[in-house]
């Protein structure tokens, strides 16, 4: 399964890149195949390009922030959940890709 992901908190710094890295090493250990886009002080880092999003099973928006270019989205199954609560329990997300992958395309799941 491929998933894409966003990441981005409001200073753009630290919480933008912890979650992140935590979002791959928790898809990676659930057996999924990711890739993640972060929205920080330097701007967007390893942007997605929209051909991965659309052939993306689910898409994750971790933010406290409306992220650039939310629209990329608009096509996909999309778990969105907040920074905070995604640092202190990433398995909520990734319990909620079961949800989502049969969940018609443009269905927001929210955690």
Same mark, same amino acid.
């Given at each position: 399964?491929? +998933? @894409?992901? @966003?990441?981005?908190?409001? %200073?753009?710094?630290?919480?933008? *890149?912890?979650? !992140?890295? =935590? +979002? /791959?090493? !928790?898809? $990676?250990? &659930?057996? *999924? $195949?990711?890739?993640?886009?972060?929205?920080?002080? +330097?701007?967007?880092?390893?942007? +997605?390009?929209? !051909?991965?999003?659309?052939?993306?099973?689910?898409?994750?928006? #971790? %933010?406290?922030?409306? #992220?650039?270019? &939310? /629209?990329?989205? /608009?096509? %996909?199954? =999309?778990?969105?959940?907040?920074?905070?609560?995604? =640092?202190?329990?990433?398995?909520?997300?990734?319990? &909620?890709?079961?949800?989502? $992958? @049969?969940?018609?395309?443009?269905?927001?799941?929210?955690?």
């Amino acid at each position: 399964m491929k +998933l @894409v992901g @966003v990441t981005a908190c409001i %200073s753009g710094v630290a919480h933008t *890149y912890m979650a !992140a890295e =935590l +979002l /791959e090493k !928790a898809a $990676k250990k &659930a057996g *999924y $195949k990711i890739q993640v886009e972060t929205q920080g002080a +330097l701007g967007a880092e390893n942007s +997605l390009e929209q !051909a991965a999003i659309d052939a993306a099973d689910v898409a994750f928006i #971790i %933010s406290e922030i409306n #992220i650039e270019g &939310a /629209e990329r989205f /608009e096509q %996909s199954r =999309l778990i969105k959940m907040s920074i905070s609560d995604f =640092l202190r329990s990433p398995e909520l997300a990734i319990n &909620a890709i079961e949800r989502a $992958k @049969v969940a018609p395309a443009g269905t927001v799941i929210s955690v």
